[in-house]
């Protein structure tokens, strides 16, 4: 018999963005494991032909990490100190640092002026008075899955190299006789533009398979090579790949799998890095692929559930998540607070918390952090960046969530709001 003074049972909490594992998925790192190959083989060819597939890319090369396969791309396009690369002020500080560790110079965008409009990313009009002649590339975000008109911001970029006679020194660059246009689409694997998945439309599209992603590989990542039709898009992956190992022009599968006494012998062409999938990462992307769209959906779903819920909520504004072309891959549930500031925001997520439902804030923009505030930028200059992160929330959003558990964290958003007497309802 229960007595009053029982404590009733609390729900279970809701984590931020805890990995999806599946039987599947153990069954086939088991079986990788089991196999005698474990670092990259046969597994992370099929993953990357599985991606190309999926992301509509000529080909896709599979690497340890986003940041590893960013750097080495900007390595094969000559990015060096003099050249300037294009990015968000509002990102994760992978997006910059690439760029800081070839000794080239980050030109940090702020959000626009009506940030929201276009989710929380940057727009072609803010790039283009930014164009000179040092600039070698152009990186947008697709903040939380919400694509970047991609195609549009070529074609722009052709029409800008053109009337301007860009030249370059370096042969990869004089070859696509205009800035790169290299996607860090971290976030954004699934979304589309015009029906078309993301990875078609800039030169190279680059996902994350990081532990919080919506695909993950534990750590890993993957780049979409669709460049123009003058660059070989075999050569280039051969390229990239021997980039994420030393520069070796054969890899251990391919020493292993070479007949005779000189199987072992290779060549070292340019001092590459170590930044190789293995396929014990890549056996748990390719099932992560195979489920990807039923995942997609139960996103969306959840999504559609928040944007349902919130509808009602005065003092909340919802993602950008859909328009008449772009579709989001829903990574992350970006609400922003319409009136108020840093300390509500806090004190919000501090009582979701106590509700034992988890919360993020993306991103503090880069010149609040000291690496970027030490290299001379300065947050005054991103005021709008600034405004976005003071009164932005990631609520949950994941596939051990159901609709039940959006209605759970709506009520105890809109409760606290409440409580912090701020305008909860219309
Ligand atoms: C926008 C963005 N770019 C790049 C990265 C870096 O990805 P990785 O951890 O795979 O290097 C992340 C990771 O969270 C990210 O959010």
Known sequence: MSSSSEPTPQPAPIGFAPPYIDEATIAAVERVLRSGWITTGPETASFEHDLA????????????????????????????????VILPAY?????????????????????????GQDGLNITWAQIEPLLTARTKVIMPVDIGGWPVPCAAWKANLMRWAA?????????????????????????????TIDGAPVGRQADITVFSFHAVKNLTTAEGGAAALSLPAAFDAEAVYRTLRSHCLHGQSKDAAA????????????????????????????????????RYPDDLAHRRALADRYDAGLAAINAVQ??????????????????????????????LMEA???????TNVHFPPLPLLT?????????????????AFDTA???????????????????????????LNLPPTS
């Open 53 to 84: 597939r999926y992301a509509g890319a000529d080909r896709v090369v599979c690497g340890g990490s986003w940041t590893g396969l960013a750097g080495v791309i900007l390595d094969w396009f000559g990015v060096g100190p003099g050249d300037e």
């Open 91 to 115: 990102t994760y500080c992978a997006t910059a640092n690439v760029v800081l560790h070839r000794g080239a110079t980050p030109v940090l965008v702020d959000l626009p002026a009506k940030s």
């Open 163 to 191: 009337s301007h006679g860009f030249t370059s020194d370096h042969p990869v660059q004089a070859q696509l006789g205009r800035p790169l246009l290299l996607s860090d689409a971290a976030h954004s694997l699934g979304a």
């Open 255 to 290: 020493k292993f799998n070479s007949a005779g006494s000189a199987a072992w012998r290779y060549d070292v062409t340019h001092p590459g890095f170590k930044c190789n999938m293995t396929d014990i990462q890549a056996a748990m992307g390719r099932v992560a692929l195979e």
């Open 318 to 347: 919802r993602p950008q998540r859909e328009d008449d072309g772009r579709r989001s891959a829903d990574h992350l549930y970006i609400i922003r607070l319409s009136a108020h500031g840093q300390p509500y925001r806090d004190a």
């Open 352 to 358: 979701l918390g106590a509700q034992g439902i988890s």
């Open 371 to 387: 690496a970027y505030a030490d290299r001379g930028y300065d947050i005054a200059d991103v005021p709008h960046a600034v405004a």
């Open 393 to 419: 929330i990631s609520l949950p959003i994941h596939r051990h969530m159901d609709v039940a558990d959006v209605d759970r964290v709506v009520a105890a958003l809109s409760a606290a709001l409440e409580a």
